[in-house]
């Protein structure tokens, strides 16, 4: 089992939809959790980060956190089409490697008009 | 500037050559990170730094990598010897410490001939 997994896309939404994207994690010891948005040919860009149990909203996006589950998820609503790229949701570790970051493989999002 | 900045953007080296790759960090963030991404993956941890102390290089692939922080601002990745499955893009992220989000460069796309 991978440490963490994203669900597989790609993920296809129409305009103004809301995408959402999963992701689970093995590690009960996990701490923080992360999502990064990531276009073609560019390096990966923070979108949201949440450390507790529940929800967290920024503008659009809104970052769910169940540690109970182990499942974190992102939440995009009214997508655009400049939404679309690969999403990446990372988690720091608990235990002494509390400075690696995992990412799961991504799941490509297209929004389309 | 004050993002992560990373030299070269773009490295072209034959089978066998040795390679070194520039990271220099947002000014004061202690911690800094390489990730080596394949194609269609996430980024998959190599090495980590706390100023100028490497705490955690379990993620290198073999004994042909080897990176450095001096002073601990700028990190060099050097790649001895290359082989083509080092073809990837060498990403460089840094933090102000402990769990903090980390930022991340734009990379250095590495094409092994």
């Known amino acids: 089992q991978k440490e963490v997994e994203q669900n597989s896309g790609p993920l296809s939404v129409p305009e103004g939809a809301i995408a959402s994207l999963n992701c689970t994690y093995s590690?009960?010891?996990?701490?923080?959790f992360f999502w990064y948005r990531q276009y073609s040919g560019k390096s990966p860009e923070l979108i949201m980060f949440?450390?507790?149990?529940g929800d967290k909203e920024d503008g659009r996006f809104t970052a769910q956190l169940n540690k109970a589950s182990q499942y974190v998820s992102l939440l995009i609503r009214d997508s655009q089409p400049s939404d679309s790229a690969t999403y990446l949701c990372a988690v720091y570790a608990g235990g002494t490697s509390y400075g690696k970051l995992t990412f799961g493989q991504g799941t490509i999002l297209t929004v389309h008009p | 500037g004050a993002g992560v900045s990373q030299s070269p953007r773009y490295k072209v080296a034959k089978r066998g050559q040795d390679v070194a790759l520039r990271c220099d960090p947002i000014s004061g963030h202690v911690s800094l990170f390489w990730y080596q991404q394949a194609l269609g993956q996430g980024p998959e941890f190599l090495t980590y730094?706390?100023?100028?102390?490497?705490?955690?290089k379990s993620g290198l692939p073999s004994d042909r990598f080897f990176a450095e922080r001096p002073e601990g601002s700028v990190s060099t990745l050097k790649i001895q010897r290359t082989q083509q499955e080092d073809s990837a893009v060498y990403l460089c992220?840094?933090?102000?410490?402990?769990?903090?989000?980390?930022?991340f460069g734009d990379g250095t796309r590495l094409s092994i001939l």
């Open positions: 992220a840094s933090s102000s410490g402990g769990r903090q989000p980390q930022h």
């Open positions: 590690d009960r010891g996990s701490q923080s």
């Open positions: 730094f706390q100023n100028e102390a490497q705490l955690d």
């Open positions: 949440i450390y507790s149990n």
